[in-house]
């Protein structure tokens, strides 16, 4: 079946960069996604990449994806503390003939040490 | 302002009792969906809707129902046969066109129930 897979912690000296990894296994997904929670806050959107690209850049964050490998990451520059939160990798399922539907993986928590 | 709503941000349940969730967007999203999070096991789908008047099941419905009467709103009963109750519940919406493939979800503040 469907799975995303990520590593539950990662720790960060604030002004590094932080590489956040995720596999998924539905080689039809056709959108990739990362998000981000605050603690006790709902999901807020980063970025997505579409399937046919290998790479994104949108200011202090880059999305890499081997298509071939079903392995996306997230990578953040100069991390800083504000960046602390859950970071969530969603791939695009068709589910009832909708691809709008999406499967999480369950998350990895960064922490940024200042 | 646009966004999505979702009240109360605190939800108490006493035991045999049905409680509802309420979501409302006012982004004009045909598709609305319902997650149920719990520690370290992401999000997972409890209903959609892809239209008013119309949803489906996803992979954990049992024990919660849900109506799409009015395009803005999708609220969710935890019923008493949902026995583990106890987690933080995301309402999300997108736009829901059909052709178009790239459906971004946009999520609601959340609210966590808690079982007395």
């Known amino acids: 079946g469907e799975d995303v897979e990520q590593s539950l912690f990662l720790s960060v000296r604030e002004g590094d960069s932080s590489v956040i990894n995720c596999t998924y296994t539905d080689s039809s997904s056709t959108y990739l996604y990362w998000y981000k929670q605050e603690p006790g806050a709902g999901l807020q959107l980063l970025t997505y990449i579409f399937s046919n690209m290998d790479m994104k850049q949108d200011q202090r964050l880059t999305v890499l994806l081997n298509k071939k490998d079903k392995h996306l990451s997230l990578r953040i520059a100069d991390t800083q503390t504000g960046d602390s939160a859950i970071y969530f990798c969603?791939?695009?399922?068709?589910?009832?003939?909708?691809?709008?539907?999406?499967?999480f993986g369950k998350g990895t928590k960064l922490s940024v040490k200042p | 302002d646009g966004g999505i709503t979702q009240s109360p941000k605190y939800l108490f349940r006493k035991e045999g009792q049905n409680v509802t969730l309420s979501c409302e967007q006012n982004l004009n999203h045909d598709a609305m969906y319902w997650y149920r999070q719990d520690p370290g096991q992401g999000l997972r789908l409890i209903y959609y809707s892809q239209i008013v008047n119309d949803f489906q099941k996803g992979d954990i419905a049992e024990g919660y129902s849900v109506s799409r009467e009015k395009k803005e709103s999708f609220p969710l009963t935890v019923t008493s046969a949902q026995k583990n109750p106890t987690a933080f519940y995301l309402c999300?919406?997108?736009?829901?066109?059909?052709?178009?493939?790239?459906?971004?979800?946009?999520f609601g503040p959340g609210t966590r129930l808690l079982v007395l």
């Open positions: 969603a791939e695009s399922h068709n589910y009832g003939g909708s691809q709008g539907n999406l499967i």
């Open positions: 999300a919406s997108s736009h829901g066109n059909q052709d178009r493939v790239q459906e971004t979800q946009y």
